[in-house]
């Protein structure tokens, strides 16, 4: 095989899905398994070592009695994608694949090591929040990226490699597959009722209340009726919108509230709980000609927090079925509890 530096993205035929095949491959003696390694001596997202990660995209101030920032964002380590460059779309024989643009980013979200925005307190939560949609508005104006992903991934078992508490955001050229079908779903809903999925969601989780795992002002928590996971919970503005970086002032607050709330409630049910969240905004909303013109109207951002409490086996990777240990209305009545 030759040598080169690959980093593309190569597109599956068959499911359209893309994936990223990353520059300097992994042998597979790269891939053991390997015990967590930093802890708060060696972490270098911890305040007081800035000058040793790359140049910071932005950061919060922690205010006026705090002589450090709040939160802090950095170029991811390893990016997946590379910010200069052009797409450059092209066929490989029968394939498809283009040059891997986007922006990684890390959002640390406390300047300490061991304390979590959830426990340090509103102020801080919302800080993150403000932090996850200045990078978002920001992301929006580069027309070569059509979405911005913004996910966490708590403990090991979930993926993450340090134990600082952080977030990560991608950015790509071309729209999740996971997401396609959110908006493919919503947009057919919409056609055939007029009316918003999501908003319909909320008024019938309301109604029959009993999946609700909390209610705020503005924002409402629950397990999902067809939930993939036992326990998994979204969290679900109660104001049609389609594109998260819209959330006001009130909405930061009220936000920072209830996430607070559920993963201090998921923590207390699952000591030691590794977990993924994510946010599932529109796609960057820049003028193109196979815009979805009924975005704004058929879609409705939200976040969803999957606990990672069992492995997935041969029988969810082959048919793509879930199997759910714990009904949602037992897992919501557990988390009500709480
Ligand atoms: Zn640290
Ligand atoms: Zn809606
Ligand atoms: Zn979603």
């Not at 643009?101 to 925005?117: K, L, T, W, Y």
């Not at 911005?148 to 990560?168: D, F, M, Q, R, W």
């Not at 050229?173 to 007029?194: H, S, T």
């Not at 709330?261 to 049910?269: D, F, H, Q």
Request: overall charge neutral; hydrophobic content about 35%; proline content about 6%.
């Amino acid at each position: 095989m030759e040598k080169t530096d690959l980093h593309e993205l190569r597109k599956d035929p068959l499911l359209g899905r893309w994936v990223a095949v990353l520059g300097q491959p992994k042998a597979p003696s790269d891939y053991a398994i390997s015990p967590a390694t930093d802890n708060e001596g060696s972490c270098i997202l911890c305040a007081g070592r800035e000058k040793e990660t790359a140049a910071e995209i932005m950061s919060l101030s922690g205010g006026n009695e705090s002589k450090t920032w709040a939160t802090r964002v950095i170029p991811n380590f390893v990016p997946v994608f590379r910010v200069e460059g052009e797409l450059w779309r092209r066929g490989d024989g029968m394939y498809d694949k283009m040059n891997s643009i986007g922006a990684n980013e890390i959002i640390i979200e406390s300047p300490e090591h061991s304390v979590r925005p959830e426990d340090k307190g509103l102020d801080q939560m919302s800080k993150v929040i403000r932090t996850y949609r200045e990078r978002m508005i920001d992301l929006e104006k580069d027309p070569r990226l059509r979405y911005t992903l913004i996910y966490k991934n708590s403990g090991k078992e979930a993926g993450a490699v340090y134990s600082h508490p952080l977030s990560h955001l991608a950015s790509t050229p071309v729209i999740p597959k996971r997401v396609r079908e959110e908006l493919d779903g919503a947009k057919e809903y919409f056609a055939y009722k007029e009316r918003c999925i999501f908003c319909d969601i909320i008024r019938e989780e309301l109604r029959v209340g009993s999946r609700v795992i909390l209610e705020t002002r503005h924002f409402i928590s629950f397990c999902p009726y067809a939930s993939k996971f036992p326990f998994e919970s979204w969290i679900v503005p109660k104001r049609h919108c389609c594109a998260f970086q819209d959330i006001d002032r009130e909405e930061i607050e009220d936000l920072a509230l209830i996430l607070s709330s559920v993963l201090k409630k998921l923590r207390t049910a699952f000591p030691g709980l590794a977990f993924n969240y994510f946010i599932h905004s529109a796609p960057n909303r820049m003028p193109r000609k196979d815009h979805w013109h009924t975005l704004g109207e058929d879609f409705h951002w939200h976040m969803e927090i999957m606990p990672r409490l069992m492995r997935t086996s041969g029988f969810e990777w082959g048919s793509g079925f879930y199997i759910l240990p714990t009904s949602p209305e037992h897992a919501s009545k557990y988390l009500r509890e709480v």
